[in-house]
């Protein structure tokens, strides 16, 4: 993942440079971020036994944290639009990090964002976003077009005289119709047993 070193991130459609917003990292040193999601064993207890059952593995969600700065002062508007952005989805929206736009996360922004500033409208907002999935999925991929040619297939043979007639019947017009001699399941009656076959 590079999440800590991608520039921009894309949420619901829209680059986050197209608000004046950056991704930043707020700590000095190694930077931190989910490497995979949790997982938590599904086990059965029953009474006699001090070992439990297992049942399955369940997987978390991902969790993702950024911390997104205004690159400059924000006007009013400009803020309403980025909570905007962010809060107005009612379903989970395509977040992509610039770094690797080739992983898309599909994620819902969850808890309430933290706005720290100066009190001159400069500073940064702490995004919580929930994936719905535990893994991350791959861009579209589309082949080329193929242009397709259509050419009669043509057969130079006018009957069914030659090659083999498996399970048909050449009639005297030269049409072919199944052979109803072959036996089939169906034709068995339901009280013969396998001796009788």
Known sequence: MTIRTSLHIEYAGQASNNFGIVNVNKNDGMQEEPYVSGREI????????????FQK???????????????????????????????????????????????????????????YHNGMNQGFIDVQFNCSDPYAHSAEHLSQVYEWRE???????????????????????????????????INISPVMTWKDL
């Open 42 to 53: 599904i086990e059965v207890k029953t009474a006699g036994r001090d070992k439990p059952y």
């Open 57 to 115: 593995i369940k997987k978390d969600s991902l969790k993702i944290k950024v911390t997104l700065a205004f690159e400059d002062a924000w006007d009013e508007n400009q803020f309403r639009q980025v909570k905007r952005w962010l809060m107005n989805h009612d379903y989970y929206q395509p977040l992509i990090f610039s770094d690797d736009p080739e992983r898309i996360y599909y994620a819902l922004v969850v808890d309430s964002p933290v706005l």
């Open 151 to 185: 050419s009669p297939l043509e057969f130079s043979e006018s009957d069914f005289t030659k090659g083999a007639l498996d399970n048909l019947i050449l009639n005297n017009q030269g049409s072919l119709s199944t052979d109803q001699t072959i036996v089939s399941w």
